[in-house]
Nanobody
């Protein structure tokens, strides 16, 4: 079973940057389609960005041009580079196996990593 662990969150001022990491381990040496999600207090969890095993990417409109999802297959890690952060980006961020291009997710949710953007 693949396990995903998120890291890299923290407190940053508006306009700053953070890079989140999603490290995979477990019974498979490769990671497939991965999505980054976030959940802010009182709001539903939403898909922020997704990347396919072949490197195709998609983004929520709210983060296009500011966030970049990428992968390093040698390290079994997917990254989310977040630039020009806004207070409304404050949320717990999760990575999850997905079926790219669909709303299907695979496996349990992890602990996530907290991102807090101060104004």
């Amino acid at each position: 079973q693949v396990q995903l662990v998120e890291s890299g969150g923290g407190l940053v001022q508006a306009g700053g940057s953070l890079r989140l990491s999603c490290a995979a381990s477990g019974s498979t040496s490769s990671i497939n389609d991965i999505g980054w999600y976030r959940q802010a207090p009182g709001k539903q969890r939403e898909l922020v960005a997704g990347i396919s095993s072949g490197g195709n990417t998609n983004y929520a409109d709210s983060v296009k041009g500011r966030f970049t999802i990428s992968r390093d297959n040698a390290k079994n890690t997917v990254y989310l580079q977040m630039n020009s952060l806004k207070p409304e980006d404050t949320a717990v961020y999760y990575c999850k196996r997905i079926l790219y291009g669909s709303t299907i997710t695979i496996g349990p949710w992890g602990q996530g990593t907290q991102v807090t953007v101060s104004s």
